[in-house]
């Protein structure tokens, strides 16, 4: 190596150690920044597990009251073909009194004459 080549690479390990010492002031506040970054990363992480327990239970809810709906719906339907029933078998009574028959013991609602 001559004395040109020695003096340049000499000249280009100066700009590297300048230029390195630039880069080592940036990196406490890359640390910072990853830190930080990394922190927020963790209280998304908590924030979106509880989320996604609030949705399932949500869900769970949900499907609960369907359920309980789907029952009602039932019950009231059930209780209004009883009534319906009921009303029909009232008229019927009312309708054979009206027209001077005796009321009949209940029978069976498919054998009792219909009005219609």
């Known amino acids: 190596m001559d004395d040109t080549q020695f003096r340049e690479a000499r000249l280009r390990i100066g700009r590297w150690i300048e230029d390195t010492a630039g880069v080592f002031a940036y990196l406490p506040i890359i640390l910072h920044e990853h830190e930080s970054l990394r ?14 327990q609030e949705v399932n239970d949500l869900r769970r809810e949900i499907e609960s009251l369907q359920s309980e709906n789907e029952r009602l719906r039932r019950d009231r339907a059930e209780s209004a073909a009883l009534l319906t029933d009921g009303l029909h078998r009232i008229l019927e009574d009312t309708v054979r009194r009206l027209r001077g028959a005796p009321a009949s013991a209940p029978t069976d609602p498919a054998r009792e004459p219909s009005l219609t």
């Not at 922190?39 to 996604?52: C, W």
């Open 39 to 52: 922190d927020r990363l963790e209280a998304t992480e908590r924030a979106s597990s509880r989320l996604l």
